[in-house]
């Protein structure tokens, strides 16, 4: 379709050409990663699991939107309801956007929106130039905050299209702690589900709750209704202890078997394993009996008869060498920390994708 100036709407803009502002809630516009704009999972379930589920049901971490444009110009604008702050975290990861074209199944890095609501305002509006040529757009929502609309804004006269969107469109799940949501990372496309989303074409639901991911019944039962193709079980930091991991990570894993009898599961142990033993005062024991915690229920899963399970070794994603190098604070990921999860954990999940989802 053209964009004409009755599809749009007038919001701010005083630096270029004034654009014609979409609501991305509207086709030809697709979103990804949210269950309803702009929230993760839905309301009553995230009331149900927790204060702190609840708060962050709502952040944005690994939503993006989709489309096709001509447009030379391509500005974001996000009414904020609220946002987090982190000292771990930099402004434009917690508030700002980033954009990727896709050409030729490989997804290309394009710019940054960076937040520029200033004092006192409510809102994120900033613009990158293009050459005008068409192009399959791809724009990444930031980590910790919520909006209460968000808007796209083109050229007047410019051609509006859907995006082919991924390869793989039946999504990958990935559920766990502020590590999954993102804490740590440099821009809102860094995290490794977003990274791996990337690198194997595929569409993804990103379900990090940081300090908050405890298994409870309640989220692991709405996460087995999600339709998916390989489900992320990242589930270890936020258990307040061994005794609880051992309590709840196996009795998660069997509700979603429940109803998700042969969705491949791809259980993954905490990859800040020798930081926390050696600064935190958490013994080896400690981190180590967590570890074994998830092994014994991947070797039960296995022994069970389950022929779709995986295990991932937090402790070995990080190689030896730079291991110091790939955290921000010695348990969030920086980038680097991020790039290698993401190939660890991808690698594994590329086993499972089929090419007819």
Do not use: W
């Amino acid at each position: 379709m053209k964009v004409t100036r009755e599809l749009g709407k007038v919001l701010t803009d005083t630096t270029m050409s004034s654009p014609v502002y979409l609501d991305i809630t509207k086709e030809p516009f697709k979103l990804h990663g949210f269950c309803e704009p702009f929230r993760r999972v839905p309301k009553d379930v995230a009331d149900a699991t927790s204060e702190g589920v609840s708060r962050l049901a709502c952040c944005s971490a690994g939503g993006r939107v989709s489309f096709r444009t001509d447009s030379d110009f391509i500005v974001v604008h996000g009414d904020i309801n609220f946002h987090n702050t982190a000292v771990t975290m930099s402004e434009l990861a917690l508030t700002g956007f980033d954009i990727h074209f896709k050409e030729n199944g490989k997804f290309l890095f394009k710019g940054v929106f960076g937040p520029s609501q200033g004092t006192g305002k409510n809102y994120v509006e900033s613009r990158l130039r293009f050459d005008g040529e068409m192009h399959d757009v791809f724009v990444n929502f930031p980590i910790d905050t919520h909006f209460d609309s968000v808007y796209i804004g083109l050229r007047e006269g410019c051609t509006l299209e859907a995006s082919d969107g991924y390869k793989y469109k039946e999504n990958v799940v990935f559920y766990g702690s502020s590590i999954v949501q993102g804490i740590g990372a440099s821009r809102p496309s860094s995290i490794y589900t977003s990274v791996i989303s990337r690198d194997l074409d595929t569409d993804f639901i990103n379900l990090g709750v940081a300090g908050n991911a405890k298994a409870e019944p309640t989220i692991m039962e709405y996460i087995s209704s999600l339709p998916m193709s390989v489900f992320v079980y990242d589930y270890d930091h936020n258990a307040p202890d061994p005794d609880y991991l051992e309590k709840t990570h196996y009795r998660g894993y069997e509700i979603f078997r429940k109803n998700q009898p042969d969705t491949p599961v791809i259980m993954v142990s905490k990859p800040d394993y020798y930081f926390d033993n050696k600064m935190l005062n958490s013994s080896v024991v400690s981190n180590e009996r967590r570890r074994q915690i998830i092994i014994a229920d991947y070797e039960r899963a296995l022994k069970n008869g389950d022929k779709n399970i995986s295990f991932i070794d937090g402790s070995k994603i990080y190689p030896e060498r730079v291991r110091d190098d790939c955290t921000i604070d010695g348990c969030h990921p920086n980038d680097m920390g991020y790039r290698y999860m993401a190939d660890a954990i991808g690698a594994e999940i590329k086993k499972y994708l089929k090419d007819d989802m």
